[in-house]
């Protein structure tokens, strides 16, 4: 008899960490769950991170880093992932909220990189009418909340 579960594909989803089941009711635990998620990509390209929590502070197992992001956002492109994400958040997980993490390796604090793409962000998400929870701040050595 053929075993369809003891196969393993090598690549880089094996070694994704166990999502967090307990509600991540504090801004802390969100970032302490995100740096988790994101691991070595810390110190690769700018990126953004999007992980998604449902009504109750749970994360969704639905994390969307999108890699390569230019120094200055470009409005259409983030309302258009607003809405992908609204979609989302509409249909699998009503009064939901969206996590962003800002990534690139020389940040993790307050920056004008990580200023422009919160500013983008919140704007396009306030449009659309999807909450943000929290917007982080990921370098290779540093993190840390960005508060409005």
Known sequence: MHDDTSWSAPGPDDDLPALPTAPLLHDDAVLDAALALIGPERAGPPAL??????????LLPVVLPLVGIP?????????????????????????GALVVAVVRAAGGDRGAFERTWEAAVREAADDRGVPVRVVLAV???RARVLRP
């Open 139 to 141: 370098g290779e050595h």
């Open 71 to 95: 120094l200055q956002p470009v409005p259409g492109d983030v309302r258009q992932v607003m809405v992908a994400i609204d979609d989302v958040l509409r249909h699998e997980a009503p009064g």
């Open 49 to 58: 991170w999007l992980l998604l929590l449902d009504a109750d502070a749970r």
